[in-house]
């Protein structure tokens, strides 16, 4: 046995992959650092501020995934597996992978389905799945929502594509409805007066469509005024608040009485 020859062979195998291996490892550090600046580009070049911000956080979150596959692709070729043969094989991969993540695959046709008919943006107030809060980002298999005590709350894109969605900034308009209660001995024009006035003297109600103020039921204890008054949408907690807050004093101004419930009871003496 030629022991110098096998030497030679494992020298030069292992100066072959060790040039390999090195040139794969420069080539993983270099793509990594280029993939998050593509990243970085994508959602933060003003280059493309033209583009929606869902499109744009879209495009990063794909863009990334693809880049990887074809980073993996690339080294697997550096260092000795034939492309074909590992193209192959994480074909099948794919396909296993594929029927045991069906529900990813959901996500990401929802995720297709969310940017192509928009039925929210990222920035919209919504709610959807029992949850509310400002759109931060939307990525290919889930949507981030931002609540208003400042909690991430990361849902499905297949689970809200199957939900009733509501979009709260969809419109530029939006109308406060309020419900007043008065005792039965108030006077109905009175307070209707009290109520309008204060909705059509507050600055950021809306002239057109008029406010309106109506007795909606006929309580146990107290009638029903249904108040509604409209506003542009970034308005509408601001003017919700005042008017609750005016109403009261308003009524404590007037002698206008806000019952609380009550029973009455009648005691029979048959002595």
């Given at each position: 046995m030629n022991w110098q020859a096998i030497l030679d062979y494992l020298i030069q195998l292992a100066t072959t992959w060790g040039i390999r291996l090195l040139a794969a490892i420069i080539v993983l550090v270099i793509a990594l650092k280029l993939i998050g600046w593509i990243k970085k580009f994508i959602k933060k070049s003003?280059?493309?501020?033209?583009?929606?911000?869902?499109?744009?956080?879209?495009?990063?979150?794909?863009?990334?995934?693809?880049?990887?596959?074809?980073?993996?692709?690339?080294?697997?070729?550096?260092?000795?597996?034939?492309?074909?043969?590992?193209?192959?094989?994480?074909?099948?991969?794919?396909?296993?992978v594929g029927l045991a993540l069906q529900g990813?695959?959901?996500?990401?046709?929802?995720?297709?389905?969310?940017?192509?008919?928009?039925?929210?943006?990222?920035?919209?107030?919504?709610?959807?799945?029992?949850?509310?809060?400002?759109?931060?980002?939307?990525?290919?298999?889930?949507?981030?929502?931002?609540?208003?005590?400042?909690?991430?709350?990361?849902?499905?894109?297949?689970?809200?594509?199957?939900?009733?969605?509501?979009?709260?900034?969809?419109?530029?308009?939006?109308?406060?409805?309020?419900t007043v209660n008065t005792a039965y001995s108030c006077d109905i024009e009175?307070?209707?007066?009290?109520?309008?006035?204060?909705?059509?003297?507050?600055?950021?109600?809306?002239?057109?469509?008029a406010p309106q103020v109506r007795v909606s039921a006929h309580g146990d204890s107290s009638l029903t005024y249904v108040v509604r008054v409209w506003c542009k949408n970034e308005n509408y907690w601001d003017l919700y608040f005042d008017l609750t807050e005016s109403i009261k004093k308003a009524f404590d101004e007037n002698g206008v009485e806000i019952p609380f419930p009550q029973m009455d009871v009648h005691v029979i003496n048959n002595k």
């Open positions: 003003p280059k493309l501020d033209k583009l929606d911000p869902s499109l744009r956080s879209f495009l990063s979150s794909f863009a990334s995934i693809m880049l990887y596959v074809l980073l993996v692709i690339v080294i697997a070729g550096m260092i000795g597996i034939p492309a074909t043969s590992f193209i192959t094989i994480l074909a099948s991969c794919g396909v296993a990813s695959l959901s996500n990401f046709a929802g995720g297709l389905m969310i940017l192509l008919f928009k039925p929210f943006e990222v920035g919209d107030y919504i709610e959807v799945c029992g949850e509310s809060g400002v759109v931060k980002e939307i990525t290919v298999v889930y949507t981030v929502l931002l609540t208003t005590d400042n909690k991430r709350i990361t849902l499905p894109n297949g689970t809200i594509t199957n939900s009733v969605i509501e979009n709260y900034s969809a419109e530029d308009l939006r109308r406060v409805d309020l009175k307070v209707k007066a009290i109520v309008t006035t204060l909705a059509e003297q507050h600055p950021l109600a809306l002239a057109e469509p």
